[in-house]
């Protein structure tokens, strides 16, 4: 039984969780909400919604992972869960998502703007599931599920604003562009190995990227892909603070650095050398967590440096905390 229920935290991302549902927290947040109880119900929708998109990929990617070494203890890969009850679990993910959703609305009026979070919601999971099932056919497929997750973080505050002002926005396409360069960069060079022998098609396959002899090809063009998205982020951080939004003096030098960080470990990435999956791993963690830090930083100013430091701490603890639980080795995730 203990071994089931560790397989079904492993399938879940139980780990990471504590980063991936944060994204409509933080769309209410730059709206000017803080109340706690609707903070943690957003939460819980945030990774009931991540819960969907991860289940419903390993479900789709079975036999892709398959070829894998790394991710042979995967539970669908190991068969320790069966592919019908992972559907089940994308099922009921759905279905408690939309009921956490009437219940943060209970006892308030379906206006206009609560009905346009639906719709978000609604198409984020539309596209999340074409994504997760059709994506690995779909060149520039990873716009899709960048959209899907901006759509989150967007339910987020529409569900109780209209007035959706420059901070929103800025993070909005600060998660677009973020789980864009997850997807089509930090994926693309990870699978440049084996997406090939099943057909995919993606940006980096498309444009050159390619692994022979254990060493890895990085056109130059994939290269100025990756560093544009990064760079394009930068200005998005900054932008709301170009515009007059209100910020402590520390909080300028404190992004430098963390962004600093980010740029580094891109220039590693993406002049690697020889394809090492475990390096290129770790090198996806680091740079997860320092972007991680970068927008409860960007709403200190607004939101006061308590509830600020909690939101950059409760991705990397929450991760240390459950990791360990599941026999699975800090800061080398199964991906």
């Not at 475990?278 to 308590?306: C, D, E, H, W």
Request: glycine residues 8%; hydrophobic residues 55%; proline residues 4%.
């Amino acid at each position: 039984m203990a071994n089931k229920i560790v397989e079904y935290a492993k399938l879940l991302r139980l780990p990471g969780l504590g980063g991936l549902a944060i994204p409509p927290v933080f769309g209410a947040l730059s709206v000017g909400m803080y109340d706690l109880d609707s903070l943690v119900i957003l939460f819980v929708i945030g990774a009931l919604s991540a819960i969907y998109g991860f289940v419903l990929n390993d479900y789709a990617d079975v036999k892709l992972d398959s070829l894998i070494p790394e991710l042979k203890d995967k539970p669908l890969v190991k068969g320790a869960i069966a592919r019908k009850d992972a559907v089940a679990v994308c099922v009921f993910s759905m279905i408690l998502a939309f009921f956490f959703t009437f219940l943060l609305w209970k006892g308030e009026t379906l206006t206009n703007h609560r009905l346009a979070a639906l719709g978000c919601l609604v198409v984020a999971g539309l596209l999340g599931s074409v994504y997760n099932l059709y994506g690995k056919k779909i060149i520039a497929s990873d716009f899709l599920v960048s959209t899907s997750m901006s759509l989150v973080f967007l339910f987020g505050a529409l569900s109780f604003s209209d007035d959706i002002g420059i901070l929103s926005w800025a993070i909005f396409f600060l998660t677009f562009n973020q789980t864009l360069h997850m997807n089509a960069v930090e994926g693309g060079l990870k699978d440049a190995d084996h997406d090939y022998l099943m057909g995919v098609t993606n940006i980096a396959l498309r444009w050159g990227v390619k692994v022979e002899d254990s060493k890895i090809f990085i056109p130059f063009l994939f290269k100025a892909l990756g560093m544009g998205i990064r760079l394009f982020s930068v200005f998005l951080v900054f932008l709301p603070f170009l515009l007059g939004m209100d910020y402590y003096l520390w909080q300028i030098p404190l992004l430098v650095a963390l962004l600093s960080g980010v740029l580094f470990i891109e220039i590693r990435f993406l002049y690697l050398s020889f394809f090492h999956r475990t390096q290129i791993r770790k090198l996806i963690a680091a740079t997860n967590f320092l972007r991680y830090m970068v927008v409860p930083i960007i709403l200190i100013g607004s939101i006061g440096i308590i509830r600020g430091v909690i939101l950059v701490f409760l991705p990397i603890v929450w991760y240390i905390v459950f990791t360990p639980l599941l026999s699975i080795r800090l800061f080398q995730p199964e991906m």
